[in-house]
C-alpha cells in the first residue's frame, strides 16, 4: 500500500501563503501562555497579545492578496481570492471583538476566571474560519469546522456559572455535534460515491458520471444540513435564538458574524467546487442563465431558494413579536442568511461579489449593533427593549449611531445596508428569479417593523433622564464601526473593487 | 479492482482463523464447565446468609458501591482521553518515517512538523498543569449556584 | 460468504440510524452524546470501508484518524460542558435546562 504514497509535497515554502494562518495560530499560543503570567484584575498581557496578533495578520492578509488560485499544503488548502478576502475579514472581526470584550462586564467582570482564555480563543477561532474559507479537501473541511465549533461552544458557556450561559452552550455543543456527525456522514458517502477526497478531483468524479444519483443527493443533503447550521438557515437554525441569548453578548456579537460568514465561505467553496462546472452558460442562454454548469443529480439552487425564502420569511416574522434584543437581532441574523442565499443561488461572479460585499457591511453593522447592546448592558444590566427607553436623551449620540446600525440593518439609504441589499436584489432581478426578489423586498418591509421598535423605545418612549456615559472604550469603537456604516453608504467604490477582485480570483467559478 | 485486494486468498484465511476460535471457545466454555461440575460432585453443601456478602478484604462491607465519584475523575479522565487520542498521529507517522527519511529533504520536514505537533500539544498540557487543573485536590469550595439566580 | 462493500455500509447505516434514533429519544445528556460519538463512528467505517473498496488508497483512512481525535476532542468539550451543567442545575437531564426564551 505505500508504493501507492503520492505525496504532494508540502514544504516550508507553502507557509509564505499562508502567513496570516501561522500569525494567528502562533498567536493562539503565545496569548494562553501570556495568561499563566498575567496578574491583576484584568489580563494585559493575553489582551495586547491577541489584539496584535489579529492586527498583525489583518496587516499580513491585506499586503498579500492572492493573485490567482494556489495549492499550498499537500493540496489541503487553496489560496485564492476568496480566501484573501476572508482572511482580511475574519483577523478584522476578531480584532473588534477582543477590543470591545476588554470593556465588558460579561467577559471581564471581577467573578470571572480564565479571564486571558478569552483572548486566546477568539485568535483560535479567527484561525479556524480563515482555515473554513480556504478549505479545498473533504479532511480539512470537516477539521475547520469542528475547530471553529469547538472554540465556539466553550465561548459560549464562558460564564460557566451563569445558568443562562451553561444553558447556551449545552444546546450549542448537542446541535453542533449532530448536525456535523451528520454532515460527517455525508461527506463520508460523497467520498465513497467519488473515492476522492479533494473538492476539484470530486468534480471530476461527478462530471464523469461515476455516482449513483439518490446517494449523490442524500449526501448532498447531510452536508447540506451541516453548512445549514453553521449559518443557521431555516430547518438548521434551533440553537441559534437560544444561544445567542444565553452567551455573553461580546461571544453572541462574534458568532452572528464570524461563523456565520466562514460556513458561507465555505459553502461556497464546496459548493461552486463540487457541483459547479464552470462557463458554458452564458453564451448559450443569454443574460439570465448562471455562469457554471450544475452538476449532480438535483436543482440544487432551486433548493437554496426555498431555504432562503422559508429562512428570511420566519426569522423576521419571529423577530416581531421579541422583546429581548440579543434573541431579536438572533432573528433578524436568520433572516440575514436568506438574502445572503438568495445571492448564493446565483451561481453567478455578481451574486458572489453581491455576497462578499454584504458580509463585510454586515459584519460591521452587526457588531455595530450588538456592541450597542454590550455597551448598554454594562450600564444597565439588561437588555430587553423597554431597558432603552428615553434613551435619545440619556444618551443622543448612542442613540443616533444605533440608528445608523438599525437603517443599515433593514437596509435604508444612506447607509452600508442599502448599498449591500442594492447589490443582491440587482443580480437577482438579473437572472430573472423575480418572485425570489419579491419575497425578499416584502421581507424587508417587515424587518422594518421590529428594527424600529427599538426605535421607538429610544427616542419615542419616556424613561429616566438621568445622562447615561458608556466605557470610553465602548464609545470609541462604536463611532469606528458607525463611521464606516455611514460612508459605505455613500462612497462604497473602493470596497466593491476589493470584493470583485476576491471573486475574479476564486477558484471556483473558473477564476 | 481484484489485484489491488486479493480478497478470495484473504478469505480462507479468514475461515480458518474463525474455526480456530470457534475452537477456543468450546475449549473455555467446557472446561469451565467441568471445574465447576467436579468441585459440586465434591464439596460440602452447607449455606450461610455470611457468604452470600461482598468480600471487602475481610472487612465488613460500607455503604453502596454505588458512591458518586469525585468530579476530578471526570476531569482527570478528560485530559486523559484527549492527549491520549493524539498519539494516534504518531503511529503513522512513525510507520512512514523511514520512508520519509529517505526522500530528499522531507525527512527533516517530517520530523520537524511532528516535533511541532508535539510543541504545540505541550502547552496545551502546561497550560493545563498550570492551571492546577491536574492537582488531584483542589479547592472545589461550592460556588452560588449561578450569579444570575439572584437578579432574576 | 465474504465480507464485501456493502456489509460495512449496511453496519455504518445500521450505526447511522441507532445514533439519530438515540439522539432524538435521549434525554440524559450523557446519552445524548453517546448518539453523537456513534454518528462519529458511523461515518468512520463508511471512510475505512470505502478506502478500502472503492479508492484503494490512504484518504479515506487518514481522515478516519483525524474523525477520531476530533470526536475525543468534542466529547471532551461537550462532558466538560455537562458538567458545568450538572454542576449548575444538578441534573444530566436535558428538559431540565430551559431558562431561556421563557
Known amino acids: 500500500m505505500f508504493e501507492t504514497l503520492a505525496l504532494n509535497a508540502p514544504s516550508w515554502s507553502d507557509l509564505r501563503h499562508f502567513v496570516p494562518e501561522t500569525v494567528l495560530v502562533v498567536t493562539f499560543l503565545l496569548a494562553l501562555m501570556a495568561d499563566l503570567f498575567a496578574r491583576g484584575r484584568r489580563p494585559a498581557g493575553p489582551f495586547a497579545l491577541a489584539l496584535g496578533g489579529c492586527l498583525v495578520a489583518l496587516a499580513a492578509a491585506v499586503s498579500s492578496l492572492p493573485a490567482g488560485p494556489r495549492s499550498i499544503l499537500g493540496d489541503l488548502v487553496v489560496v485564492d481570492g476568496l480566501a484573501g478576502f476572508f482572511r482580511v475579514l475574519f483577523p478584522l472581526i476578531g480584532a473588534i471583538t477582543i477590543l470591545f470584550s476588554w470593556a465588558s462586564g460579561e467577559i471581564m467582570g471581577p467573578r470571572r476566571e480564565h479571564k486571558g482564555e478569552f483572548y486566546a480563543l477568539v485568535a483560535l477561532m479567527a484561525f479556524g474560519m480563515c482555515v473554513m474559507a480556504s478549505a479545498a479537501d473533504l479532511i480539512m473541511l470537516y477539521l475547520s469546522v469542528e475547530l471553529v465549533s469547538l472554540t465556539s461552544y466553550v465561548m459560549a458557556g464562558y460564564m460557566r456559572t451563569s445558568l443562562r450561559s451553561t444553558e447556551a452552550s449545552l444546546k450549542y455543543v448537542i446541535f453542533g455535534s449532530v448536525s456535523s456527525g451528520v454532515m460527517l456522514y455525508g461527506l463520508s458517502l460523497l467520498f465513497g460515491l467519488t473515492g476522492e477526497t479533494t473538492f476539484v478531483e470530486i468534480r471530476a468524479a461527478l462530471l464523469a458520471g461515476r455516482a449513483d444519483n439518490f446517494a449523490l443527493l442524500v449526501a448532498m443533503v447531510f452536508v447540506l444540513a451541516g453548512l445549514g447550521y453553521k449559518i443557521a438557515a431555516v430547518p438548521f437554525h434551533f440553537w441559534c435564538p437560544d444561544v445567542y441569548e444565553g452567551a455573553p453578548t461580546p461571544v453572541t456579537a462574534l458568532f452572528s458574524v464570524g461563523p456565520k460568514a466562514a460556513g458561507f465561505a465555505l459553502m461556497i467553496r464546496f459548493f461552486y467546487t463540487t457541483l459547479l462546472s464552470p462557463g458554458g452558460g452564458q453564451a448559450a442562454a443569454g443574460a439570465a442563465a448562471p455562469d457554471g454548469v450544475i452538476v449532480g443529480p438535483a436543482d440544487w439552487p432551486l433548493l437554496i431558494a426555498i431555504l432562503s425564502v422559508v429562512t428570511m420569511t420566519y426569522g423576521n416574522l419571529v423577530a416581531l413579536r421579541q422583546t429581548n434584543v440579543k434573541r431579536l437581532l438572533a432573528y433578524s441574523s436568520i433572516a440575514h442568511v436568506g438574502y445572503l442565499l438568495m445571492g448564493f443561488l446565483m451561481l453567478t461572479a455578481a451574486g458572489l461579489e453581491a455576497i462578499l460585499f454584504y458580509l463585510l457591511v454586515y459584519a460591521i453593522m452587526n457588531l455595530g449593533a450588538f456592541l450597542f447592546v454590550i455597551a448598554l448592558n454594562n450600564r444597565l444590566g439588561g437588555e430587553e427593549i423597554s431597558d432603552y427607553a428615553g434613551l435619545s436623551t440619556r444618551a443622543p449620540w448612542v442613540a443616533l449611531m444605533m440608528m445608523v446600525f438599525l437603517l443599515s440593518l433593514t437596509g435604508l439609504p444612506p447607509t452600508a445596508g442599502f448599498i449591500g441589499k442594492m447589490y443582491l436584489f440587482a443580480e437577482v432581478i438579473n437572472r430573472h428569479w423575480f418572485w425570489l426578489a419579491v419575497v425578499g423586498a416584502l421581507n424587508s418591509v417587515v424587518s422594518l417593523f421590529y428594527y424600529m421598535k427599538i426605535a421607538k423605545a429610544m427616542y419615542f418612549t419616556p424613561g429616566e433622564r438621568a445622562p447615561l456615559r458608556l466605557e470610553p472604550l465602548h464609545t470609541a469603537v462604536l463611532i469606528l464601526l458607525a463611521a464606516p456604516t455611514l460612508a459605505l453608504g455613500v462612497y462604497w467604490t473602493p470596497f466593491k473593487n476589493f470584493v470583485d477582485r476576491a471573486v475574479a480570483g476564486f477558484a471556483g467559478l473558473g477564476g | 479492482m481484484i489485484p489491488a485486494c486479493p480478497l478470495a486468498a484473504v478469505s480462507t484465511g479468514m475461515h480458518a482463523d474463525f474455526a480456530t476460535v470457534l475452537i477456543f471457545i468450546l475449549f473455555g466454555v467446557f472446561f469451565g464447565l467441568l471445574a465447576l461440575g467436579i468441585a459440586r460432585l465434591l464439596r460440602p453443601h452447607n449455606p450461610h446468609p455470611e457468604k452470600l456478602v461482598t468480600y471487602e478484604c475481610g472487612e465488613l462491607p460500607q455503604g453502596s458501591a454505588w458512591v458518586r465519584f469525585n468530579v476530578r475523575f471526570y476531569l482527570i479522565a478528560l485530559f486523559f482521553i484527549v492527549f491520549d487520542v493524539e498519539v494516534i498521529f504518531l503511529y503513522p507517522w512513525a510507520v512512514v518515517f523511514r520512508q520519509l527519511a529517505a526522500a530528499p529533504g522531507l525527512g527533516l520536514l517530517a520530523l520537524l512538523e511532528m516535533l511541532l505537533f508535539l510543541a504545540i500539544l505541550v502547552v496545551g498540557l502546561a497550560y493545563v498543569w498550570a492551571k492546577g487543573d491536574l492537582d488531584w485536590v483542589k479547592s472545589l469550595t461550592a460556588r452560588p449556584a449561578g450569579e444570575e439566580v439572584a437578579g432574576e | ?102
Do not use: K, P, S, W
Not at chain 3, 453523537?36 to 479515506?60: K, P, Q, S, T
Not at chain 3, 483512512?61 to 449548575?88: D, G, H, K, P, T
Open chain 3, 1 to 102: 460468504m465474504n465480507a464485501g462493500l456493502e456489509h460495512f455500509l449496511t453496519v455504518g447505516a445500521l450505526l447511522f440510524g441507532l445514533g439519530v434514533f438515540a439522539v432524538l429519544t435521549r434525554r440524559n445528556a450523557v446519552g445524548l452524546l453517546m448518539g453523537v460519538e456513534l454518528i462519529l463512528n458511523a461515518a468512520n467505517l463508511n471512510f475505512a470501508a470505502f478506502a478500502r473498496y472503492v479508492e484503494h488508497g490512504i484518504d479515506g483512512q487518514v481522515l478516519a484518524a483525524f474523525v477520531i481525535v476530533l470526536a475525543a476532542a468534542e466529547a471532551a468539550v461537550a462532558l466538560a460542558i455537562v458538567l458545568a451543567m450538572f454542576r449548575n442545575f444538578g441534573t444530566v437531564h436535558v428538559d431540565a435546562v430551559d431558562r431561556l426564551r421563557r
